[in-house]
């Protein structure tokens, strides 16, 4: 079927099967290759991206629902201007190792500071990522990163402002 | 209405409001697909490759955005994402044990997609929600509409076995009315699972009650993933309304509904283990009442 929808705010226009995943098509037929596929079952959290402003499994979003839609990957939110401080925390807090799990830990990343109310305890940013699996790190190196991430007034702020462009 | 006919013969539907829906309904002899936050369906790999109808029910206002909530209770869209209800106030306020138990479903992400309806009809004994829907006593609403009107139904009426529902012949669930418990009202929800963050729940139990000059006046328990069927232990609540909160009745009523549930035997746990975790969950319901 054919499919209109904006894509890290582009408008596209594919022709695909109304089954294929949003994952696939972000892949293959887009050639954004940041969004990664762990498990294709909605359980470790590598497909994350933002759909009409809300982070989704894209494994398990078919084609058939994405005309009119909104999606925002890796590639687009490399571009928000708070992106450098939130890869930053990561990387200082030691919470990246093969890298794989990042892409999604950082769409959930910006989700929760938008979804939650602030400041965030560590249980809300453990329930908040839960959707998210690091097969190297443990969690603490990424809870801590996140801790201090939602503790940093100037970050929370461009964080804010980057999601009004965004939706 | 959009249809698109792909060359291998999959079609699909987006119909924009509830009429069309209703005629999509009726008008089509085969069976349809519905799709709601696809969070089952994509993972059901043989049912998912054998679909032929879709029809998209988060196109669908009535299903997808609607959430009302009235003096008494709150109307929810079959296809409404659970981080909506999680994030609403007034959810909160009046419907924690919903709340709580949509928290405890998948992870964020899921919760975004998945919805009451879907968890619903896919009518997997260890759906989360159905036991608290059934101790709610939510009314369902089954298009197509006749005459205007929606059928209302009661949970045991729509999921009547692992994977078998009443909703027959394309009828589809619209909406969920979910009257509000007292203020005051006693909540539990607790599932044992095999893992925490994306646990599909073995054991679960849902309990509601209501106390009036130290008795209980109203109880309502209803276990998840033992039986087959959704249904509340009639027998266990019959033995504690009316009664004082005592920790003999508690040890009477964790006794009553280890014989009551008949728990399925799968590959995932034993009877024996299932009877007795649904009585430890109990117990420790009933203690929490008691102490609060
Ligand atoms: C990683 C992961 C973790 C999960 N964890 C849990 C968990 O902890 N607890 C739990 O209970 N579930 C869990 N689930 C299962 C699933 O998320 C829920 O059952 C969810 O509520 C399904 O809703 P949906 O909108 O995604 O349904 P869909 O997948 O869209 O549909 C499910 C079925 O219902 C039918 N359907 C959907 N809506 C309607 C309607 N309105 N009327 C008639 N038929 C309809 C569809 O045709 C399909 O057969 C999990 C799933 C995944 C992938
Ligand atoms: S690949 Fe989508 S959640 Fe694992
Ligand atoms: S750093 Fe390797 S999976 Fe997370």
Redesign the pocket.
Known sequence: MEIEFKVNGENVKIDVSPKKRLLDILREDLNLTGTKEGCG???CGACTVLFNGERVNSC?VPALQLPGSSVVTVEGLRRWKSYPAIERAYVEHGAVQCGFCMTGFAMSTVALLKEQTFPLSREEIKWGLGGNLCRCTGYSKILDAVEEISHRDDILEQVHEDWQHEI | MKSNQPLNSEKVFRPANLDELDALAAQTAEGV???????????QEE?WKSARILVD?TAVKA?HATLEVRENGVLIG??VP?SRLIRHPLIRERLPILVETCR????VQ?QN???????I??A?P????LPVLSVLEAELRIGPRQNGEFEKLSLDQVMLGPGQTS?NGN????QIFIPFPPRDAFWYFRKV?QRQA????KVSLAVLGKKKEEKIEEIRICPGSVTPQIVRAQKTESLLRGQPLTEERIEKARAAIECEVSPITDIRSTTEYRRRITGELLREALYLWLRN
């Open positions: 079952k909605g359980e398990l | 697909t519905y799709v709601a936050g696809a969070t089952d369906l994509l993972v049912r029910l299903l079959a296809a659970l405890q479903i998948g992870s899921i997609r998945a919805s009451l309806g879907g968890n009809a896919n997997s260890a759906g989360d929600t909703l009828r589809y669930i619209a699972g994306l646990a599909i729940s």
